[in-house]
């Protein structure tokens, strides 16, 4: 027996030696291969230093089949990008244009609620005169490849980021963005049809995207309890508040108002996995749209996104996946795709597809165009069955009208590259304002010192905060114990909803009230 266990004990220390040598190599590999990926890093920042006249987004058609016939830049890239290949699930259908007898008698079925009506067309007077410039963003250099490396597949929200990934945003002002075309939804109020009501609302679910084709950088995660107005009740007839109502997961409650007769309410969850060549972000959670006039009841939900070339190469970002928008009072359903980039699809990048059909599933309109430029919309006049798809797959061809633009992106301000790619509106969200509640995100001191261009004191500002956030919710978590309550959002409350019964938060009142009577915040609790 002692003998045996020398002989194990000699074997074993020989094959422990052997494995710390593939250890130590192992190790010796990975410390070269992140220097190497680190220097690649470092000269393609340099590169687009040199070269700031290239374009944030993957190019287009055109572009492609030029540069993969005399340039290096398409081809150079190919192994840092992931492809999806397109080609694979062809378009569910084909439209071509109906006999155009039918044009004249039923076109003008199509003006919908787009017609020059006074409240729509009229500029109104604003109230005051709202900001068009921020600071320019300074050129901070910074190496993403030592941050990320170490936060492959974990939630980046529960990981401290130094502002220089951020924009002088946060999510609340983010998600205050989606009203960016709020005359989609005044002009669907006042649709007689609706399934014509259907297009508008189904363009708004789309137009909502279009603020993030340049917008590469992140916002800031809100605090428990911070929240976001955006008062446009005299200017634009709408009133939106925003309020953090969780923070692991970060979740936030959105509710909007409009004296046109409609109501937005949401409450999105966000969840962010780094792949290491990509980050997704998946929003979890549904927004419903509700008219006071027809009580049509809308609800969907949002699509993936994806911020491409993380390690090497330009950012660009991309949305894919499906939305269907219900209407729980007639049936009625818009299914839309965002079919995801492919380098070797011939669809126009960032395309967006839907149809529009009734409770027994007959098509009526059909809606095309890209999530980041417009929306065109057709009425359907015949459908039929087609095998000629890819590999027999079955497709749908309508015979349609002529196609209506029904929504186009607006154009963004002069010198926005300078500006994080802000549009018009985004340019106000941060402006500092009278009355808002001592919670709101303008108040936030680390998001204004880096709106101002003073990253480092921003840096230390934010590690503040999240100090004295970690410290609040050990106090919350005994006080919870004791009282065995769980966090109570100030001027939201949870309940189910009742058309799809998930449970949400939904805006109790009292904010508003509390402005209009002169602001009395006390009942805020003291985050910054």
């Known amino acids: 027996m002692i003998n045996a266990c020398r002989d194990f004990l000699s074997i074993a220390q020989n094959h422990s030696k052997r494995w710390q040598?593939?250890?130590?190599?192992?190790?010796?590999q990975r410390i070269r291969l992140e220097e190497t990926?680190?220097?690649?890093?470092?000269?393609?920042?340099?590169?687009?230093?040199?070269?700031?006249?290239?374009?944030?987004?993957?190019?287009?058609?055109?572009?492609?089949?030029?540069?993969?016939?005399?340039?290096?830049?398409?081809?150079?890239?190919?192994?840092?990008?992931?492809?999806?290949?397109?080609?694979?699930?062809?378009?569910?259908?084909?439209?071509?244009?109906?006999?155009?007898?039918?044009?004249?008698s039923l076109f003008d079925e199509l003006s919908l609620?787009?017609?020059?009506?006074?409240?729509?067309?009229?500029?109104?007077?604003?109230?005051?005169?709202?900001?068009?410039?921020?600071?320019?963003?300074?050129?901070?250099?910074?190496?993403?490849?030592?941050?990320m490396k170490n936060c492959i597949g974990k939630e980046l929200s529960k990981i401290p980021m130094p502002v220089n990934f951020n924009e002088p945003l946060s999510m609340l002002q983010r998600l205050s963005e989606d009203l960016e075309y709020y005359e989609l939804l005044d002009k669907?109020?006042?649709?007689?049809?609706?399934?014509?009501?259907?297009?508008?609302?189904?363009?708004?679910?789309?137009?909502?995207?279009s603020t993030t084709v340049h917008r590469t950088?992140?916002?800031?995660?809100?605090?428990?309890?911070?929240t976001f107005e955006l008062d446009r009740l005299r200017e634009c007839g709408y009133r939106s508040l925003c309020e953090q109502v969780s923070h692991h997961p970060p979740a936030a409650a959105h509710h909007a108002i409009s004296e046109k007769g409609w109501t937005l309410r949401q409450e999105i969850t966000l969840a962010s996995k780094f792949r290491g060549k990509y980050l997704s972000v998946l929003p979890f959670g549904s927004i419903h749209c509700i008219f006071d006039k027809s009580a049509n009841h809308y609800s969907w939900k949002k699509v993936?996104?994806?911020?491409?070339?993380?390690?090497?190469?330009?950012?660009?970002?991309?949305?894919?996946?499906?939305?269907?928008?219900?209407?729980?009072?007639?049936?009625?359903?818009?299914?839309?795709?965002?079919?995801?980039?492919?380098?070797?699809?011939?669809?126009?990048p960032r395309k967006v597809t839907g149809v529009v059909t009734d409770k027994d599933g007959k098509a009526h309109y059909v809606l095309s165009g890209t999530w980041d430029e417009k929306m065109e919309f057709s009425r359907i006049m015949q459908s039929s069955?087609?095998?000629?798809?890819?590999?027999?797959?079955?497709?749908?061809?309508?015979?349609?009208?002529?196609?209506?633009?029904?929504?186009r992106k607006n154009p963004l301000p002069e010198g926005a590259e300078n500006m994080y790619y802000f549009s018009s509106l985004a340019l106000t969200?941060?402006?500092?304002?009278?009355?808002?509640?001592?919670?709101?995100?303008?108040?936030?001191?680390?998001?204004?010192?880096?709106?101002?261009?003073?990253?480092?004191?921003?840096?230390?500002?934010?590690?503040?905060?999240?100090?004295?956030?970690?410290i609040a919710r050990r106090e919350r978590e005994w006080e919870i114990v004791k009282a065995a309550d769980t966090y109570q959002a100030l001027w939201f409350e949870k309940m189910d909803e009742p058309t799809s019964g998930e449970s949400m938060h939904v805006y109790k009142g009292g904010y508003w009230e509390t402005k209009d009577s002169g602001g009395g915040w006390d009942v805020c609790p003291d985050i910054f």
């Open 429 to 470: 969200l941060n402006e500092p304002e009278e009355g808002v509640a001592p919670t709101d995100s303008r108040w936030r001191p680390d998001q204004r010192l880096m709106e101002e261009g003073h990253w480092d004191e921003a840096n230390a500002e934010k590690q503040r905060l999240e100090e004295k956030q970690r």
């Open 385 to 407: 069955k087609s095998e000629s798809g890819a590999e027999g797959k079955q497709r749908t061809v309508y015979q349609t009208l002529k196609a209506k633009e029904i929504w």
């Open 21 to 28: 040598k593939a250890l130590q190599l192992e190790r010796a």
């Open 113 to 147: 609620a787009s017609g020059p009506e006074s409240p729509q067309h009229l500029e109104m007077e604003p109230v005051r005169r709202r900001r068009t410039r921020i600071p320019e963003k300074p050129n901070y250099y910074l190496n993403l490849w030592s941050i």
């Open 217 to 226: 950088s992140k916002p800031f995660n809100p605090l428990l309890g911070e």
């Open 304 to 348: 993936t996104t994806t911020v491409h070339n993380i390690i090497v190469g330009k950012l660009w970002i991309d949305q894919s996946g499906e939305i269907d928008v219900v209407n729980h009072k007639t049936g009625d359903r818009c299914h839309l795709k965002f079919t995801p980039y492919s380098y070797f699809s011939r669809d126009v």
């Open 37 to 104: 990926l680190e220097q690649l890093a470092k000269q393609h920042n340099h590169l687009e230093r040199a070269f700031r006249g290239a374009t944030v987004l993957p190019p287009s058609r055109s572009n492609m089949d030029l540069g993969s016939k005399g340039k290096g830049d398409a081809s150079d890239e190919d192994d840092d990008n992931e492809f999806f290949d397109a080609m694979e699930d062809p378009a569910e259908f084909i439209t071509i244009p109906a006999d155009p007898k039918y044009h004249r």
């Open 188 to 209: 669907a109020s006042k649709c007689q049809s609706s399934l014509e009501q259907m297009c508008y609302v189904a363009a708004f679910t789309v137009s909502s995207y």
